[in-house]
């Protein structure tokens, strides 16, 4: 199942599935998200509704340098445990939207990402039961305010300012992406990032496992995976696309002021 929040045309709230005849959903680079949104016995086309973040988090985990190519790009040594930090929800930003990034800076990056959706709220879940506590997967763009990220430890500034985390469009259960499931990000309609989750150094397991034995995740919050190599800065007006197999295309663009 392929799971979306919505604002329909009477401006509720509402969370249906994302269908198409066939009964999976159809994204595509050229013309994004299509196909039906389905709640109840009402049916919406998706253009006409305001899509947004697929749940709602209390916080997002996000996993730093968990692909040894983009670690070798960042001139960064291989971590010998998951790299962890925190976006709050403020950070958390939806589908189609043009998102205001922080002004005055020389260099603000893209960084598309895995990111898991959890079910339920858990503790100390071990790797073999953390599928269990999964409520699907989605696309992540885990955008990053370089100039402040390398002034500060606990990248606060460079990590976790307002829209700093685009999500969705939607949550696609866990057996529609593959283990090798491809991860691109387009910069423009241009191929800048390309790899697939299969290379990530922790799995989805060990990941739940780590950070489940320090905090408590509760329904709704993500783990953003780790970016690829191909990171690169933004510019204002460019257009950013995630796409990621079996999930889906996150679009959205940006102002810079």
């Known amino acids: ?141 885990d955008i990053s305010n370089r100039d402040d990220q390398r002034r500060e430890q606990n990248w606060v500034r460079g990590k976790a300012f307002d829209n700093a985390c685009p999500i969705g469009p939607l949550v696609a259960t866990p057996e529609h992406v593959p283990a090798d499931a491809s991860i691109e990000l387009r910069l423009n309609g241009e191929t800048k990032q390309s790899s697939s989750r299969e290379h990530l150094i922790f799995s989805v397991p060990e990941l739940i496992a780590e950070i489940t034995s320090y905090m408590t995740l509760e329904p709704g919050d993500v783990i953003a995976t780790g970016t690829p190599e191909g990171v690169g800065p933004m510019a204002d007006g460019d257009e950013v696309e995630v796409e990621i197999e079996g999930i889906g295309t996150l679009k959205h663009s940006v102002k810079i002021p």
């Open 1 to 141: 199942m392929k799971r979306v929040r919505f604002r329909d045309t009477g401006g509720n709230v509402r969370g249906g599935r994302w269908t198409v005849e066939d009964g999976e959903p159809v994204v595509t680079a050229a013309a994004g998200p299509y196909g039906r949104i389905a709640f109840g016995d009402e049916s919406y086309d998706p253009d006409e509704v305001d899509i947004l973040p697929p749940c709602e988090p209390t916080k997002v985990v996000c996993i730093g340098r968990n692909y040894a190519d983009h670690a070798e790009e960042m001139d960064s040594e291989l971590p010998d445990r998951p790299m962890l930090f925190l976006k709050a929800p403020n950070a958390v930003a939806s589908h189609g939207k043009h998102l205001t990034m922080p002004s005055g800076k020389e260099r603000i990056d893209y960084e598309a990402e895995l990111g898991v959706v959890i079910g339920e709220q858990c503790r100390n879940v071990s790797e073999s039961g953390a599928m269990d506590v999964v409520a699907g997967y989605t696309c992540v763009n």
